[in-house]
C-alpha cells in the first residue's frame, strides 16, 4: 500500500502532500495521461481540503456525495465534471489507499443529458477553413478530413503519416485504441511541407544538444535512442523546448492545443458563423458529411474510432430518419 496515515489522522499539508505523491506514483504506474492526472490530483486535492485532517478511510458515502452534491449546487458544474470529480476519488480510495468498500458501488453518478452535436454544414466548413492561415489552418484541415480528435492530432509523429499507402495512424486514441484512417490527397502538400519544416527544426535541436521527443511508456528505456530520431517528432511541434514535468528533462513537446481554439474562434467571427465551434465540431462534421455521402454506419464508426455503433449512430439524425427529411404541413 502507498499511503499510511499516523494515528488516524492527516498531519496537515505535509500528510496532504504525500497522499497526493502517492497518487502520483500510482496515476504513473497505470499509464494515464498527464492531462487526467492533473485533473484527477485537483479532485484528490480538494476533496481532502474539504475534509482537513480527517484520514480519507473514515470519510464515507455521505462525505463523497456531500461533496459532490456541492460542486452541482454550488459550483454549478456540468454533470462530466461532476462525474470527473467522483472518478478521482473513486482512483484515491481503490487506488492509492487499497480500500474497497461497499458504499463505493452505491454512489450515484450524475446523469449526462442527450444532446446532439453541433455540426457545419460543408458550405460553412469551407468558410471556417477560408479564414485560417498557417499551422492552425493544416491542423484543422487534418481534423476535419480525417475525423481525428483534437489531442489525436497535436500528437501526431512523422512516422505515422503514410503518404505511400494515403494512410494516417492514429496511435492511443481514446481507450488506449490505435486505429488507422484516410489521409486526404489535398492534405498532402501540407502535411509534406510540415513534416520538412520538423526536419529542418530537428536537425537545429539536435544540433544544440537537444532533440528529444518524450516516448510512451517504457520505448525511452527499450529504445534509447529512439527519443532523437525524425520518425518519433510531433507533426506539429511546439515552439520552444520545455521542461517535461514527469521527469525534469529539457524535450521538445507539441503544440498547445489552445492555439487551435483560439484560431477556431476567430475563423469562426470571420466567417460570420452563428454555431458554436470547437476542433471536436469539426470530427462532428466528419462524420455527418460521410453519412451524407452515402458511407456505410460501420465504415464511420472505424474511421472514428467507435467501440460501439450505437455512438456512431448519432449522427444519423441527417439520414432519412432525421427530422431534416421530414416535410412540415406547413410546406404541404
Not at 501526431?156 to 488506449?176: M, Q, W, Y
Not at 484512417?181 to 526536419?199: D, F, H, N, W
Not at 521542461?243 to 492545443?257: F, K, Y
Not at 476567430?266 to 458563423?273: C, E
Amino acid at each position: 500500500m502507498d499511503y499510511q496515515p499516523k494515528d488516524g489522522v492527516i498531519s496537515g499539508e505535509d500528510g496532504t502532500s504525500r497522499l497526493l505523491d502517492a497518487a502520483v506514483r500510482r496515476l504513473r504506474v497505470a499509464h494515464y495521461s498527464l492531462r487526467t492526472e492533473r485533473a484527477y490530483l485537483g479532485w484528490i486535492r480538494r476533496f481532502l481540503l474539504a475534509h482537513p485532517r480527517r484520514d480519507p478511510r473514515v470519510l464515507g458515502a455521505v462525505q463523497v456525495e456531500a461533496f459532490l452534491t456541492g460542486l452541482a449546487v454550488e459550483g454549478r458544474v456540468a454533470a462530466s465534471t461532476q462525474n470527473q470529480a467522483l472518478a478521482a476519488i473513486l482512483f484515491l480510495y481503490r487506488d492509492v489507499l487499497g480500500l474497497k468498500l461497499a458504499w463505493m458501488d452505491d454512489v450515484v453518478r450524475a446523469k449526462r443529458p442527450q444532446r446532439l452535436p453541433t455540426v457545419l454544414s460543408q458550405q460553412e466548413v469551407r468558410a471556417l477553413l477560408a479564414h485560417m492561415e498557417g499551422r492552425m489552418a493544416v491542423l484543422a484541415k487534418l481534423l476535419y478530413g480525417t475525423g481525428m480528435r483534437l489531442m489525436e492530432g497535436v500528437r501526431l509523429r512523422v512516422k505515422d503519416v503514410d503518404f505511400a499507402r494515403n494512410e494516417i495512424t492514429v496511435r492511443e486514441g481514446k481507450g488506449g485504441k490505435d486505429r488507422r484512417t484516410m489521409l486526404p490527397g489535398s492534405l498532402v502538400p501540407m502535411l509534406v511541407a510540415e513534416i520538412e519544416r520538423v526536419q529542418v527544426l530537428h536537425q537545429q535541436d539536435l544540433a544544440g544538444g537537444a532533440g528529444e521527443v518524450w516516448l510512451p511508456h517504457a520505448l525511452a528505456r527499450k529504445y534509447p535512442a529512439a527519443a532523437r530520431e525524425l520518425g518519433w517528432q510531433y507533426v506539429f511541434p511546439a515552439r520552444t523546448i520545455s521542461l517535461d514535468p514527469r521527469d525534469g528533462r529539457w524535450r521538445r513537446h507539441h503544440l498547445d492545443e489552445a492555439m487551435l481554439s483560439r484560431a477556431l474562434k476567430r475563423a469562426k467571427l470571420a466567417a460570420g458563423i452563428a454555431k458554436p465551434v470547437t476542433a471536436h465540431t469539426l470530427r462532428h462534421s466528419f462524420a455527418t458529411h460521410l453519412i451524407e455521402s452515402g458511407y456505410d454506419i460501420r465504415t464511420v464508426q472505424e474511421l472514428l474510432g467507435h467501440k460501439d455503433v450505437a455512438t456512431t449512430q448519432i449522427y444519423t439524425h441527417v439520414l432519412n430518419r432525421g427530422a431534416g427529411a421530414v416535410l412540415s404541413p406547413l410546406d404541404r
